[in-house]
């Protein structure tokens, strides 16, 4: 059973345009969402992350937007660069401490 | 430094073999842990190290045997490995404080034949 679903596993967008990336969760114990991102033969590498009472958080380029009723959480990247193309990690935490569920990913591609 | 290595990059090995595989940090992490990951699959958490102590052990089986010799070594011992074992395996750390944010190595690339 997933606990953390990334429904799309590609994604292909325009230099320059929005890239969205969804997830979603099933365990309303979560309290902490991260991004990670990664590229081949390299491990994944932290990205953002927001705790569960924000709904939003801006890095740059990046933000993480979660809806708690929903139980969603989606990242966006803007403007996109070639440079962003790599697998993208949705990930969440719960207060128990240590245990970090991964989803499977979605790969983006941004064209130049 | 951040940066988590792991060696080696590739291993090939039978099943009746022993082999060790090995990631280091230099970051003062005081908590370390294993991933395993498949093909097109997310990384799955084996097991964690918190002050150089077994933590968390996800039900993984015996013929994977974790050792954390220091706070900066974490060795994963392979013996009588199955073809299913074939996987990446990714090793991490992070402070004991934000467990959440965590720095990965590049993976060591297990194939069992």
């Known amino acids: 059973d997933q606990q953390v679903k990334q429904n799309s596993p590609s994604l292909s967008v325009q230099e320059g345009r929005i890239s969205i990336l969804n997830c979603d969760y099933t365990?309303?114990?979560?309290?902490?969402f991260l991004w990670y991102k990664k590229y081949p033969a390299e491990g994944p590498t932290f990205l953002i992350s927001?705790?569960?009472?924000?709904d939003k958080n801006e890095d740059g380029r990046f933000t993480v937007f979660l809806n708690k009723s929903a139980k969603h959480l989606s990242l966006h990247i803007v403007p996109s660069q070639p440079g962003d193309s790599a697998v993208y990690f949705c990930a969440a935490s719960d207060p128990g401490g240590f245990k970090t569920i991964f989803g499977a990913g979605t790969r983006l591609f941004v064209k130049a | 430094d951040t940066e988590v290595t792991q060696t080696p990059k590739h291993l090939v090995m039978g099943m009746t073999n022993k082999k060790s595989l090995k990631c280091e940090q230099h970051m003062g992490h005081r908590a370390m842990y294993w991933y395993k990951q498949k093909a097109k699959k997310p990384p799955e958490l084996m097991f964690v190290y918190s002050y150089e102590k077994l933590s968390i052990n996800e039900s993984v089986p015996s013929r994977f045997s974790p050792e954390c010799p220091n706070s900066s070594l974490l060795n994963l011992h392979l013996h009588a490995l199955q073809p299913e074992d074939s996987a990446l395996y990714l090793c991490?750390?992070?402070?004991?404080?934000?467990?959440?944010?965590?720095?990965f190595g590049p993976g060591t690339r297990l194939t069992v034949l």
């Open positions: 365990n309303s114990m979560f309290d902490y």
């Open positions: 991490a750390s992070s402070q004991v404080r934000h467990y959440n944010e965590q720095f």
């Open positions: 927001i705790s569960s009472i924000k």
